[in-house]
């Protein structure tokens, strides 16, 4: 299995971090590269699309209100991976002045190497919490 890992310091409170990025719906909020969202299922199915037209489906697998934690699973995605699950979570820095949100997965690449499918999903979280970061900077 091949995994990725990035996080970034916020200085925003925990708890408002999570009430932007917490909910299942809310990638488009703050996540340039996905514009569009629908939830189905409950609300435990969501399926995104991203600005060149790619459709990926995403099933919760966990959410953690107390721990600001979800876990989900990539049901359909134009990515060369499978069995892919990441969690976004987001931590108190510990002062109360601020925020580590972290993003984390582990998958197998599909004629792909590790390093290459490690390096795509690296980019896409990193980029991610930057803009996240951006997002409360403006």
Known sequence: MAKAFAFI???????KVWQLIGGFNSLPDWLPYIPHS??????????????EGG????RLMAFDEKERSYTYHILKAPFPVKDYFSTLRVK???????ARVEWFGEFTPVNASDKEVSSLFQGIYEDGLNALKESYMD
């Open 9 to 15: 310091e916020i200085p925003v409170d925990a708890d």
């Open 55 to 58: 459709v990926i489906i995403e």
């Open 38 to 51: 629908e939830l189905q299922e409950g609300g435990r199915v969501r399926h995104l699309s991203n600005p």
């Open 92 to 98: 108190s820095n510990g002062d109360g002045n601020g």
